[in-house]
């Protein structure tokens, strides 16, 4: 899996409004499931919360629309306006081939929203 940096103020990304915990993954039977503990960053220990966000994307010379969650810590769950652009502090994605399918998915994840308290935090 390959990860990279992305720079927020330019690879403009619009908020649905949709933010939900992200479950830690348990076994059970041999089967892998979301669990029913919220999962926390791994550095900072911050409960990680899942943003659902919208972005423009082009593949091939084909321009679509794609939505994709952001995992995100902070201690109190974030408040992302419906439709409003959001800029993420320290957006990486990552990025795999399915070799069944040979078809691309991208985990996106950050550090903070800008402009929250979490940010301001982890900048000073």
């Known amino acids: 899996m390959a990860t990279f940096a992305v720079d927020s103020s330019k690879q403009q990304m619009v908020g ?36 659902e966000c919208v972005y423009r994307s082009e593949e091939w010379g084909r321009a679509s629309t794609v939505s ?13 306006q419906p439709f409003r652009p959001v800029t993420f502090e320290g957006l990486v994605v990552s990025v795999r081939v ?10 996106w994840s950050a550090e903070s929203i800008a402009g929250t308290d979490e940010a301001k935090k982890s900048a000073a």
Do not use: F
């Open 98 to 107: 399915d070799r069944g399918t040979n078809s691309v998915s991208c985990s």
């Open 16 to 51: 649905t409004g949709v933010v939900e915990p992200v479950m830690e993954w348990v076994e059970v039977d041999g089967k892998r499931r979301p669990g029913d503990n919220q999962a926390r960053h791994a550095d900072t220990g911050m409960p990680l919360w899942a943003v």
């Open 68 to 80: 994709e969650k952001v995992s995100v810590g902070a201690m109190n769950q974030p408040t992302v």
